[in-house]
């Protein structure tokens, strides 16, 4: 059974900052992309940063672009997210999500529950 837990959200005040960790298990994590998405109430789901299987390439959204880093340890099968320079606009529930690393596109198929992240100003 493939499980992702999502963990380190909470209430942070403007300008600081987050780590988020999702722990994977019940999959070969090493041949899994991964990525980090968030919803807000009353908006959409989107994606927030992306990793490839090996952690050597990454993407962001432009929102969180130069603020989030997205990294991942293999040996752990852990994923994180370091937000740094949190805005109020960055409260959201917070999800990790898993996909096949493949040369055709595939989709996220696991997702995690989800964690909070509230930003005060």
């Known amino acids: 059974q493939v499980r992702l837990v999502e963990s380190g959200g909470g209430l942070v005040q403007a300008g600081g900052s987050l780590r988020l960790s999702c722990a994977a298990s019940?999959?070969?994590?090493?041949?899994?992309?991964m990525g980090w998405f968030r919803q807000a109430p009353g908006k959409e789901r989107e994606v927030v940063a992306s990793i490839t299987s090996s952690g050597g390439s990454t993407s962001y959204a432009d929102s969180v672009k130069g603020r989030f880093t997205i990294s991942r340890d293999n040996a752990k099968n852990t994923m994180f997210l370091q937000m740094n320079s949190l805005k109020p606009e960055d409260t959201a529930v917070y999800y990790c999500a898993a996909r096949v690393d493949s040369y055709v596109p595939t989709t996220y198929n696991y997702w995690g529950q989800g964690t909070q992240v509230t930003v005060s100003s």
């Open positions: 019940g999959l070969t994590f090493r041949s899994y992309a």
